[in-house]
């Protein structure tokens, strides 16, 4: 083979130690934020049904969640209320004394290390599942964002560290990022989720957190699947308007939008890894057809290679057990 040229891609691939030496992406427990559900009541650890795994806790459970992924190494979790009060406003997400507010102070009192994403939005709240006021059949777009500027600043109130709106309302950072400057909060964060579409991979969240529509689908204001353009015209907007880092959700199916949305804006870039992208591997190792390790982590690697810093998952502390177990 001597009269050949050719490159020796192989000479890189050797053994394991050579493999690691130049492994371009990695995961730490550090890029995790993990989901927590919070739910009303006492001594209540129910597991979602379709989410192997995962539970809805309620306060007595809470910081045992905590603890667990704090001893693990990850420093960052987002919580989502399930409330059986509910309204036509959602009144509940923005009480001084609601669930996610509670949990915060409880969250930042035990473990003033951890940091507290607030999911600012109203569906688990809303007697309709719908994430705003509904006027002539329709989520009011203007008028939704005055409630969900009231639950930021709560939210911020409570010791949350990082503020995430998750409705698609047209100018919800701007109005967001100006009542939170309104009310002292200059230092606190906007987790925008910038590029949420409208998709079905959020299944088996609703189950989770009580949150499926009562009538329509939220078609008018989550994204359109076949968009790409769309969702550069969606960051740009929240990048102008205050936003510190970009929500990409679902990733999966959404990897060529991440990496768009990273090589235009120089902002932090998150991926949700949804419900959906959960159970389907959750059920695939159940029935034993996949290695769970290997595919999550195949996953989620792929996920930061496409442009994420960050990853939203409910595999978190398998992940970071898993690391903790190779390190």
């Known amino acids: 083979m001597s009269e050949f040229t050719f490159d020796r891609h192989r000479r890189l691939r050797s053994s394991v130690s050579m493999r690691a030496l130049v492994q371009e992406t990695h995961l730490r427990a550090t890029d995790f934020i993990y989901p927590i559900f919070v739910i009303e009541g006492e001594d209540i650890r129910n597991e979602v049904p379709s989410m192997p795994g995962v539970y809805q806790v309620s306060f007595d459970h809470l910081l045992e969640e905590v603890e ?22 959602g009144s509940e997400a923005f009480h001084d004394h609601g669930i996610i507010q509670e949990a915060t102070r409880m969250v930042k009192t035990a473990y003033p290390e951890m940091l507290v994403v607030a999911d600012t939005c109203l569906c688990e709240y809303t007697s309709h599942g719908h994430c705003g006021v509904i006027e002539n059949g329709d989520v009011a777009n203007d008028a939704s964002l005055e409630l969900l500027a009231k639950t930021a600043v709560s939210q911020a109130k409570a010791g949350a560290d990082i503020i995430a709106p998750s409705n698609m309302m047209d100018g919800f950072v701007t109005v967001i990022r100006h009542a939170l400057d309104e009310a002292g909060f200059h230092h606190i964060p906007i987790m925008s989720y910038a590029v949420k579409y409208a998709s079905a991979y959020y ?6 957190a009580d949150s499926t529509p009562q009538f329509g689908d939220r078609k008018t204001y989550q994204m359109n699947p076949a968009n790409r353009l769309e969702a550069i015209r969606e960051a740009k907007s929240d990048i102008k308007e205050g936003a510190d880092f970009l929500i990409v959700k679902p990733s999966l199916s959404y990897m060529d939008v991440m990496r768009e949305v990273k090589d235009r804006f120089d902002v932090p870039v998150v991926a949700y890894n ?4 959960y159970s389907m591997i959750k059920a695939a190792a159940l029935n034993g057809w996949i290695d769970e390790k290997k595919l999550v ?16 998952t409910y595999f978190a502390k398998d992940v970071a057990k898993w690391l903790q177990e190779d390190n």
């Not at 690697?301 to 990853?311: D, P, Q, T, V, W």
């Open 68 to 89: 667990d992924a704090f001893q693990l190494g990850i420093r960052s979790l987002i919580l989502f209320g399930v409330v059986e009060a509910k309204d036509e406003i």
């Open 203 to 208: 299944g088996p969240f609703r189950d989770a």
């Open 274 to 277: 949804v419900s959906g992208e």
């Open 297 to 312: 982590t195949e996953t989620l690697l792929s996920m930061k290679r496409a442009g994420a810093e960050l990853i939203i």
